[in-house]
């Protein structure tokens, strides 16, 4: 029996007006229609031959996407005669395997660690290390070192006139530790 809806159209045993898309699962044209949660659903008469894991094809156009089923529901009775005379409701969960290809693939790796006996240790993937060091650490950094040319072009920064009016009055006491 075929039921004449706000549309007017049936197509494989279901009204497009409630099910605007069409399935293609082993070759045969199913009409659907995707919920508000994203389930697939598919009005039937006996359950289809599917598993998860499983590619079925969405019909857009000429175009077919593949859809890998994540998870699926087969429920009888569960179509209730809306735009279809189909009995049974196939609920389907999927996911665009084309639309997956082209996404950004995130990678993710196991660290280890023991013990860190550091100060600036980063860990992880695309992190961003941020350090601040004042004036008076990178002062006391250089006079530790042994290193004369570091020392000495410090020191002509610090008495850079432009660079100890920016540091104040502390200029004279950082001049004193190099």
């Known amino acids: 029996m075929r039921r004449r809806s706000r549309s007017g159209k049936v197509k494989n045993n279901v009204d497009t007006f409630f099910y605007p898309d069409i399935v293609m699962i082993e070759g045969m044209e199913f009409g659907a229609q995707k919920n508000s949660a994203g389930k697939l659903l598919i009005p ?4 289809p031959d599917i598993d ?8 857009i156009g000429n175009k077919l996407i593949p ?3 994540t998870d699926y529901q087969f429920r009888e009775g569960h179509s209730l005669g809306v ?3 189909l009995p049974n409701m196939l609920e389907l969960e999927t996911v665009n ?4 290809q ?7 790796s196991t660290v280890n660690i023991g013990s860190i006996t550091s100060d600036n240790v980063q860990i992880g993937d695309h992190n961003v290390q941020l350090h601040n060091a004042t004036i008076k650490e990178i002062v006391e950094h250089v006079s530790k070192s042994d290193d004369p040319e ?3 072009k410090l020191k002509s920064l610090l008495e850079n006139p432009t660079v100890s009016s920016l540091v104040g009055a502390g200029v004279t ?3 004193a530790m190099l």
């Open 83 to 85: 735009g279809t005379n």
């Open 44 to 47: 039937c008469g006996d359950m």
């Open 150 to 152: 570091a020392k000495s």
């Open 67 to 69: 859809l890998k089923i």
């Open 97 to 100: 395997t084309l639309a997956e």
């Open 102 to 108: 082209h996404k950004p693939k995130t990678s993710s």
């Open 173 to 175: 006491a950082l001049l």
């Open 52 to 59: 998860f894991g499983k590619i079925i094809e969405q019909k």
